[in-house]
């Protein structure tokens, strides 16, 4: 007898450990990634898709249609770009760092992710806003950036990418340091551990 899977579109809420434990299994599905880019004719936005089984990240996908360039991952198996395994960066102190922060559509002057970007654009060698979260934590996972601050997150920003980080060697924690939960907004995520260590402490002292 043919088995029936049930189907539920949940709300951003339910997922990670709030997942639902009648229904293991989550598309975490963004579309377009960098809609503001994408409108104002700016190069810089993707499709990104990841699979998760409550909190655990299994499978991830992310498209970059005007580089062709298509990002992969599996839990264990590692993360690739176009076919080339992929490694996270070397850079050890955030004062090497090329850095990538997310801001929401809406900045106030209070904004987590505004005072996060004053604490480390007079330290980090350079500072990057691209308008595309998921492109960011590509781009760490493949030692383009070294590290990617998001305070206001949501799970279909970075589902796919924090897979490709950790399937590259590098590490994505909350921004205090707890454990990666998808229904947890704030998210860091670097290269490696000594680097996730200069940037703890960079945003918490």
Not at 116 to 134: D, I, L, Y
Not at 138 to 167: K, M, S, T
Request: glycine letters at 6%; aromatic letters at 8%.
């Amino acid at each position: 007898m043919a088995r029936v899977l049930r189907s539920v579109l949940l709300k951003e809420s339910e997922c990670g450990s709030k997942a639902p434990e009648d229904l293991p299994y989550t598309w975490i599905v963004d579309p377009l990634d960098g809609t503001t880019n994408f409108v104002h004719g700016v190069p810089f936005f993707c499709t990104s898709i990841a699979l998760a089984r409550g909190n655990e990240l299994l499978c991830a996908a992310i498209y970059d249609p005007i580089a062709d360039e298509l990002f992969i991952a599996q839990r264990g198996r590692g993360a690739y770009l176009n076919g080339v395994r992929l490694q996270t960066s070397a850079i050890l102190r955030p004062t090497n760092a090329l850095t990538a922060i997310s801001f929401p559509t809406r900045t106030k002057s209070d904004s987590p992710d505004y005072l996060a970007f004053k604490r480390c654009v007079t330290v980090c060698q350079s500072m990057r806003r691209t308008g595309s979260t998921a492109l960011n934590l590509a781009y760490v996972a493949c030692g383009r950036f070294d590290c990617n601050i998001c305070q206001c997150a949501h799970p279909w920003d970075v589902a796919a990418g924090v897979l490709l980080i950790l399937e590259s060697g590098g590490l994505a924690t909350n921004t205090d340091g707890r454990a990666f939960d998808l229904a947890v907004q704030p998210l860091l995520a670097t290269a490696n551990s000594d680097l996730h260590r200069g940037f703890l402490a960079l945003l918490n002292d």
